[in-house]
């Protein structure tokens, strides 16, 4: 639980265009990654560091099914995503590329730039003052899937495993 994570702030509401911007879409995901929030936080996708976190307002990732938007904070380096809410398509989207979002309703208390822990033994939000947000507890099954780096790499070591021991 030691370890810090660096805090950047967006509203509610913020869709898949918004973190996977249509015009970029015919690029690659390391491209599409470049443009991540631009038109809500300009400097977000030139300025986070792998490991910081994005704390939302309600409804983060509502829009299209595009998955996309999941992995271009996962290619970031976005270590988690709190927010009251998601959208239902890019809460499972988010899972399956190994990207943690922790329900949160308290998340818009948290401030930009604060240094934050994340204890997930307890399903908190630690505060640097020690305040501690609760946040909805995860299955095991998908706290494994993100541990794993996502769906596809989590079925490559379930087939390596079942290789090895037969």
Avoid at 32 to 58: S, Y
């Amino acid at each position: 639980m030691s370890e810090h994570h660096r805090v950047w702030k967006v509203g509610a509401d913020v869709d898949t265009d918004q973190l996977a911007p249509g015009a970029y879409m015919k690029l690659g995901i390391h491209d599409i990654a470049k443009h991540c929030l631009e038109g809500v936080r300009p400097e977000f996708a030139a300025h986070v560091k792998t490991g910081d976190v994005l704390a939302a307002g309600p409804n983060f990732g509502i829009g299209s099914s595009r998955e996309q938007a999941a992995d271009a904070l996962v290619k970031l380096g976005v270590k988690a995503v709190i927010a009251p809410s998601y959208g239902g398509l890019y809460f499972r989207n988010a899972f399956n590329l190994g990207l943690l979002l922790l329900t949160c309703k308290d998340a818009e208390a948290l401030e930009e730039d604060e240094q934050i822990s994340l204890d997930l033994s307890t399903w908190t939000v630690v505060r640097a003052n020690g305040q501690r947000l609760a946040c909805d507890p995860i299955p095991e099954f998908l706290v494994a899937m993100v541990e794993a780096g996502g769906l596809l790499p989590q079925l490559k070591l379930r087939l390596q495993q079942q290789r090895a021991s037969s």
